[in-house]
């Protein structure tokens, strides 16, 4: 994890959708209680709503997939850098549904964090992703569901997890409904672990992340 002492951390966030985690921590960094600043947002979409969010905010978008290079290597260069121009130190998947290419991810191990609306290990990976989650959970049967906050690996939902709040699954809830609660409380808690990844809080001991005083 980088070391900023005193320092603003600077963040990326990747997103695909509307960017409602990125609002909620856009609102925390205006407030004063994380000690970081979004430098940009990077999407896979052309123009996605979280663009216009970001727009309205003064903070640069970037589009960038995979299509618009010929090769990979191409493509992973161009993250890479992207992200080293703005001198990046925490990159945050904020509704970002394409898999990090595994380059950037060893480029920037344990500084990429990812947000999933269930408690993994399970109902995740790779096709678990919105309003699919949550209708795995509901015909599963199980009580209780959540949010998962991870740090970023080279595979889907696989990373050291960080914090998880578990979440109710009422008798008669709809995905609908479970996924308006379960959004709610990652507004919560997301921002929340920016927070401790800019006071350089989480220590990583292989699978585990350690919270320090």
């Known amino acids: ?19 409602s985690n990125f609002f909620a921590i856009l609102q925390e960094v205006k407030k004063g209680r994380i000690k970081g600043r979004i430098c940009c947002v990077v999407s896979d979409r ?21 299509k618009q290079f010929k090769t990979g290597d191409d493509y992973v260069g ?13 990159v945050v998947l904020a509704g ?3 898999l990090i290419p595994a380059p950037v991810v060893s480029r920037y191990r344990n500084s ?6 269930a408690l993994l290990p399970n109902f995740g990976g790779k096709g678990y992703y919105g309003m699919k989650v949550h209708k795995a959970v509901i015909e599963s049967g199980v009580k209780l569901t959540g ?15 960080i914090l998880q709040k578990p979440i109710e699954v009422l008798p008669d809830d709809t995905p609908e409904t479970l996924a308006e609660r379960v959004l709610k409380v990652e507004h919560e808690v997301y921002p929340e672990v920016v927070k401790a990844f800019c006071e350089d809080k989480l220590l990583v001991e292989g699978r585990k992340v350690i919270w320090k005083e």
């Not at 996605?48 to 995979?66: D, M, N, Q, S, Y």
Request: with cysteine.
């Open 147 to 161: 949010v998962t906050v991870h740090f970023v690996d080279e595979r889907y939902d696989n990373g050291p997890i």
């Open 1 to 19: 994890m980088k070391e900023a002492g005193g320092k603003l951390k600077n963040i990326a966030v990747f997103a695909s959708g509307r960017g």
């Open 78 to 90: 161009a993250l890479i850098e992207l992200l080293e121009s703005y001198k990046i130190d925490l």
């Open 96 to 98: 970002y549904l394409k």
């Open 46 to 66: 052309h123009n996605p709503p979280v663009f216009e969010l970001a727009k309205r905010e003064g903070i640069p978008t970037h589009w960038v997939c995979r």
């Open 112 to 117: 990429i964090i990812n947000i999933h609306p």
